[in-house]
């Protein structure tokens, strides 16, 4: 998905990542004001993404238990396809690497008055441009569903498809106006409202589904998302107003910055497109494969975007804006430092996550979805999909924040041919690998491909920022320690955990107990191993609580 290759930039020596803990001292926002701490902002939406995954995930349980992993599902999943694509491309794209480093650089500059003409301009070319792609697609809608997303799928299912499209192509528009509220917002280091964005989207699916599927069936989830759509704007609009924004529609195409937004937007749009016709491929691949088959893979990624979201979404949202000002301010090494203060907490907390999902995948499957419809052999059939998209968990993670490295410095090309350089390569592994491995064999090109995108970006940045000389080496070895220890301790726990939590070996509420028990002694195998080798993200987490235990004991602790 994602070469702008100028010359390599000026290498002085990069400080050891030891000494970037990821509290960092305020750096001055726009209008010369101190921005919050990484790690607070970070906090905050790490806290909003863990409640909007957990949303997520009741609303995939709603699903699960109406619908099971059956051809209704299959079509509910598959009506997504095109209009995300439509969201992704256009909207997505425009107010996230396009939008953010052109208004951010006006505002950080105190000039308030070209970020606001720019935002107009960009709002409204983008929403005309979706509403009529939105229009041709309606009319489109059959061939592109028989012929293009799930061909394999029974005629009736394919007809629910098309429907649930059609129905669904209100929602880019809506969503888009959510996502250009929050593009605005935190270019000015406003992270609250956007963050919380998802959770109301989240919560309108989940009561359409509680209150209308009896009567609707499964187009009462689809009522949810468009409802949804709406309110995920609505609610940042008490917020955009506090930050004093200023639209009047325009068609003006010299409006300063528009033209660096749509040079940024094309390569952009190049990736969304990438990364979204993936996923029409594995589509299309598993309508081929079982009824079920494309279900159980969404519900396999929704899984999988509980940590992700959590880690490497929250980390990439916060750290954007701060390179993009970074970059346009010419602070090169800072821009490093920011990147170092991301990338460590980032693979300390990925690799135990992926580890975990990995072993206790059936454990968490049956205590997470299987209700209602949700049999076990649904249970069987997504759980094989979890294990390679928990393998490929941290090249998620680095292909979310090495992208934002890139568009934060103006550069949306290397990012893109990344990107369309794995789509031939995900077709051709998808047509080899699903006929021995199922959908599994799906989930691990997905894995692979990105794996493939990670090492290229990387490759790139290393190239162009000097990122070698950081200093790394010893610190990896550390946190290959605490995993392999922590990695002991999940060994032992993850057969019996499997046992205990089968349909009928114990009530559901003592086998999500035991899970949530398992969980937490492999995170504490996992931070006290990594106290033991000395990491210090782990000491930063422990010298709080130790001064505050110590406190309660009415002694002193120095760390």
Same mark, same amino acid.
């Given at each position: 998905m994602r070469a702008s290759f100028r010359s390599p930039l000026s290498r002085p020596k990069v400080p050891s990542p030891n000494t970037y803990p990821l509290q960092m001292e305020p750096v001055p926002g726009p209008g010369g004001t101190a921005r919050p701490a990484l790690a607070r902002s970070a906090g905050i939406i790490a806290v909003?993404?863990?409640?909007?995954?957990?949303?997520?995930?009741?609303?995939?349980?709603?699903?699960?238990?109406?619908?099971g992993t059956g051809g209704v599902s299959d079509a509910y999943v598959a009506a997504f396809r095109v209009p995300d694509l439509l969201f992704l491309v256009i909207m997505a794209g425009s107010f996230g690497?396009?939008?953010?480093?052109?208004?951010?650089?006006?505002?950080?500059?105190?000039?308030?008055?070209?970020?606001?003409?720019?935002?107009?301009?960009?709002?409204?070319?983008?929403?005309l441009s979706v509403a009529v792609l939105a229009s041709i697609i309606f009319l489109a809608a059959e061939p592109i569903v028989r012929r293009l997303v799930v061909p394999g799928l029974e005629p009736e299912f394919? +007809?629910?498809?098309?429907? @649930?499209?059609?129905?669904?192509?209100? #929602? /880019?528009? $809506?969503?888009?106006?959510?996502?250009?509220?929050?593009?605005?917002?935190?270019?000015?280091?406003?992270?609250?409202?956007?963050?919380?964005a998802p959770l109301v989207y989240n919560l309108s699916i989940i009561l359409g589904g509680i209150f209308l599927v009896p009567s609707f069936g499964i187009y009462a989830l689809g009522i949810g998302v468009v409802v949804g759509a709406a309110?995920?704007?609505?609610? +940042?609009?008490?917020?955009? @107003?506090?930050?004093?924004?200023?639209? #009047? /529609?325009? $068609?003006?195409?010299?409006?300063?910055?528009l033209g660096t937004v749509w040079r940024l937007l094309l390569p952009r749009v190049l990736g969304q497109a990438a990364f979204q016709i993936n996923f029409i491929v594995v589509t299309f691949f598993a309508s081929s494969v079982s009824e079920g088959a494309s279900a159980a893979m969404n519900f396999a990624w929704q899984l999988l975007m509980l940590p992700h979201g959590v880690l490497a979404l929250s980390i990439s949202t916060v750290i954007f804006p701060t390179m993009s000002r970074l970059y346009d301010q010419g602070r090169i090494e800072?821009?490093?430092?920011?990147?170092?203060?991301?990338?460590?907490?980032?693979?300390?907390l990925t690799i135990p996550a992926s580890i975990g999902l990995l072993a206790f995948r059936l454990p968490i499957i049956r205590v997470t979805l299987r209700f209602g419809s949700f049999d076990e052999s649904s249970v069987r059939l997504v759980a094989a999909p979890v294990a390679f998209f928990a393998m490929g968990l941290i090249f998620y993670a680095f292909v979310e924040v090495l992208t934002r490295v890139f568009y934060a410095m103006r550069d949306t090309r290397t990012?893109?041919?990344?990107?369309?350089?794995?789509?031939?390569?995900?077709?051709?592994?998808?047509?080899?690998?699903?006929?021995?491995?199922?959908i599994a064999g799906l989930a691990l090109s997905l894995s692979l491909t990105t794996a493939i995108e990670g090492a290229i970006l990387a490759a790139v940045l290393i190239w162009r920022l000097g990122f070698r000389d950081a200093g790394l080496g010893f610190w990896s070895y550390r946190v290959v320690l605490a995993a392999l220890v922590m990695g002991g301790f999940v060994a032992a726990l993850a057969g019996p955990l499997e046992v205990v939590t089968r349909v009928g070996a114990a009530p559901a509420p003592t086998g999500a107990l035991l899970l949530a028990l398992a969980i937490g002694i492999a995170a504490a195998a996992y931070g006290l191993a990594s106290l033991i080798v000395g990491?210090?993200?782990?000491?930063?987490?422990?010298?709080?609580?130790?001064?505050?235990?110590?406190?309660?004991?009415?002694?002193?602790?120095?760390?």
């Open positions: 909003a993404f863990v409640a909007s995954r957990v949303l997520g995930l009741v609303r995939e349980v709603i699903v699960a238990y109406y619908f690497s396009a939008f953010v480093p052109v208004f951010a650089g006006f505002m950080g500059r105190g000039d308030e008055e070209r970020a606001w003409r720019l935002a107009s301009a960009v709002i409204t070319w983008s929403t394919q +007809q629910i498809t098309i429907n @649930l499209m059609r129905l669904l192509l209100l #929602s /880019p528009m $809506l969503l888009g106006l959510g996502i250009a509220a929050k593009g605005i917002l935190e270019a000015q280091d406003r992270y609250v409202l956007p963050a919380l309110a995920h704007f609505a609610i +940042q609009v008490p917020e955009l @107003l506090k930050s004093g924004i200023r639209f #009047s /529609p325009t $068609l003006d195409r010299s409006i300063d910055g800072e821009l490093r430092t920011t990147f170092f203060q991301a990338v460590r907490p980032l693979v300390y990012p893109v041919i990344a990107g369309l350089s794995t789509i031939a390569l995900n077709i051709l592994l998808c047509g080899l690998l699903v006929g021995p491995l199922g990491l210090p993200e782990a000491e930063r987490v422990a010298a709080p609580l130790a001064n505050r235990a110590a406190k309660l004991l009415g002694t002193s602790h120095r760390p």
